[in-house]
């Protein structure tokens, strides 16, 4: 606790994290709280499961006065993010008091309308944000904390221009924290034209890799089903983590596990907030333990315990790759990243490296496994690696283009 105390956190703040007996703070802890409780604006490098939460939490349960208008907000890529870190922030300020509202697209106007009346704090994804602005359902004219989780996410799902125009509805006299895994030039734009002398901070990769074995399979096209199938009979596991790259493979995995008699959900951009909210609940009882789901769905899940991350589809941007795997060996924990590779990941594969040089991926021997046939739902096959809808978020956002479609002409009818 000492350690947490010295870095000038509030006494409720410290009191959640005695509670949730936390040991030492994360190195973006260390780095950024001291920076956000001094007012600066802070850019820190950073990605799922390294901390931020707490550390963009530090300023505003710190410094704000319950029920004196929306004094934080936090802008989230996904609805997903947005509900972690609402819990995550209604914690930290349980002692406080502050009213934390989630903010996203799929749920009640109304509901959201009445809790906006009262909301401290505000965690939300840009365009249902943009919406309440348009019906004056929000006023953001008391922001002191603009924060902006995940960025490079946001900005590559094309929500740059909200962002812009929500920035443009809090005043001028704010702090802003921007956290996000990569900072690109777009990124650095937006630092000059709305941030105060940020300071940046950075830190090194949030995968342990001393805990972290990432291996991989060689197989033929066809066979990808079949090993996977294998390999989650065989390997012990606690918590299963699946990724494709296409909201129809996410689908056609999980179906055709659960026919092969494992347990498994889906979990998309494509599926209404309720069934997702849903699946996670199954999933945190560990009444599924195999959750098969696009980057878009993964990324901010706040899931501990996932002892295999497995991919089905090797992610054509390599830092998808680094998020993936990061999913695993978490807190101390060890975790294996799974990776099985057939002829139509092998660009990918290679980029992947070619970005990540200090990433080592281990070939072990293909076992013998048992082949088994696969059921499609469409009438029509899917091309090659089954690439239907490339996934992005639900609803009418550009689409950033991962999708590898080849054919692959060896692929057999119905074993895959
Ligand atoms: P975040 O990156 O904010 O999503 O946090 C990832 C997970 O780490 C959450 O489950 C937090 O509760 C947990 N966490 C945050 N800070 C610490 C810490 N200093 N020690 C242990 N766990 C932490």
Known sequence: ?????????????????????????????????????????????????SGKTLAFSSGIVKY??????????????????????????????????????????????????????????????????????????????K?????????????DMGFKDDVAKIVKACPKDRQTLLFSATINSELEDFSEKHMKNPVEVSVESYVDASKLKQIYYDVRDDEKFSLLVHLLNNEKAHLVMIFCNTRRNTDFVAKNLNDAGISAQAIHGGMEQNKRSRIMKGFDDSRVNVLVCTDVAGRGLDISGVSHVYNYDLPL????????????????????????????????????????????????????????????????????????????????????????????????????
Request: with cysteine.
């Open 64 to 141: 704000t006065e319950k029920g004196t208008g929306v004094r934080g907000l936090i802008l989230t890529p996904t609805r997903e993010l947005a509900e972690q870190v609402a819990g995550a922030m209604s914690e930290l300020s349980y002692y406080k008091g502050l009213e934390v509202v989630p903010i996203y697209g799929g749920m009640s106007m109304n509901n959201q309308i009445k809790k906006l009346t009262y909301a401290d704090v505000v965690v939300a994804t840009p365009g249902r944000l943009l919406d309440h602005l348009q019906r004056n359902s929000v006023n953001l004219s």
């Open 1 to 49: 606790m000492e350690q947490f105390e010295k870095l000038g956190l509030c006494e409720h703040v410290l009191k959640t994290i005695s509670a949730k007996k936390f040991k030492k703070p994360s190195e973006v802890q260390e780095k950024a709280i001291p920076l956000i409780l001094e007012g600066k604006d802070v850019i820190a490098g950073s990605a799922t499961g």
């Open 317 to 416: 941007d390599a830092k998808d790759y680094i998020h993936r795997i990061g999913r695993t060996a978490r807190a101390g924990a060890e975790g294996i990243a799974i990776n099985i590779l057939a002829s139509r990941d092998y660009n990918n594969f290679m980029n992947i490296q070619k970005n990540n040089e200090n990433l080592f991926i281990e070939r072990v021997m293909t076992p013998q496994f048992k082949k088994i046939y696969v059921k499609f739902d469409s009438p029509r096959r899917p091309r090659g690696n089954f690439s239907g809808r490339n996934e992005s978020r639900g609803g009418n956002f550009p689409r950033k283009n991962v999708g590898h479609g080849r054919t692959h002409r060896n692929s057999s009818r119905n074993r895959h």
């Open 143 to 155: 922001v002191k904390f603009l924060v902006l989780d995940e960025a490079d996410r946001m900005w």
